[in-house]
């Protein structure tokens, strides 16, 4: 009962390197999402998918990237990672009107 | 936006009952109300959901009014293991994903 699966759990990078943060989901979802989440701070989103091929920017786009080229997979790609994007990663899938998260990526930005 | 207010933080002590009201005075007529838990170190995670009225699952209770402008989740008897931040949600995701804010959230803390 995998449900939705993020990996790494933990990353470091350097500043000005590029990576992708993993995401799969078992349910058969058309909808998927990343999310951050900061200190003190709720939970803000990133891009968002309504289905394979559709994506679309949310709150905090910049300097990152998704696709969708099937329902089950939605990586999220950080193109040149700044300080600023150390955060917790939250993937999740949902149906029309509930989400389901992953357990979260940890990324820090040196 | 269907923004949300909730209180920064709640205490209470094992076995008693806790409620947590959510405002959300512009709340939508296809919105949902969906109460997520989050532990340290986790992805939040599905609790309730309403419409209106009152919901009871195994968990909680989510009492709805009939303007729908708050809400309130009810914890039975809480013990330690409850202690975590509730988030309410409000909206529809099939109308405007982007249109879901979640809050700061309630942070809750069960003690002995």
């Known amino acids: 009962n995998a449900g939705v699966t993020q990996t790494p759990k933990f990353q470091v990078l350097k500043t000005g390197q590029s990576m992708t943060l993993q995401c799969a989901q078992d349910m058969n979802h058309e909808y998927m999402s990343w999310y951050r989440q900061d200190p003190g701070m709720g939970l803000r989103l990133i891009h968002y998918?309504?289905?394979?091929?559709?994506?679309d920017q949310g709150e905090v786009p910049n300097g990152y990237n998704v696709s969708r080229s099937t329902t089950e997979d939605f990586p999220l790609r950080l193109l040149s990672a700044a300080p600023s994007q150390t955060s917790v990663y939250f993937c999740?899938?949902?149906?029309?009107?509930?989400?389901?998260f992953g357990e979260g990526s940890w990324l820090t930005v040196v | 936006l269907a923004k949300t207010t909730q209180p920064i933080s709640m205490d209470s002590y094992e076995g008693q009952e806790v409620n947590i009201t959510c405002s959300h005075n512009n709340i939508a007529t296809n919105d949902y109300i969906t109460w997520y838990q989050q532990f340290p170190s986790q992805g939040p995670r599905f609790i309730i959901q309403?419409?209106?009225t009152k919901v009871t699952n195994e968990v909680a209770s989510l009492f709805i009014p009939a303007d729908r402008k708050s809400s309130t989740l009810s914890l039975p008897r809480v013990s330690l293991s409850d202690t975590a931040v509730y988030y309410c949600?409000?909206?529809?995701?099939?109308?405007?994903?982007?249109?879901?804010?979640f809050g700061t959230g309630t942070r809750l803390l069960v003690s002995p």
């Open positions: 999740a899938s949902s149906t029309r009107n509930t989400i389901y």
């Open positions: 998918s309504v289905g394979a091929g559709i994506t």
């Open positions: 949600l409000v909206g529809d995701i099939g109308t405007g994903f982007q249109k879901l804010v």
């Open positions: 309403g419409y209106k």
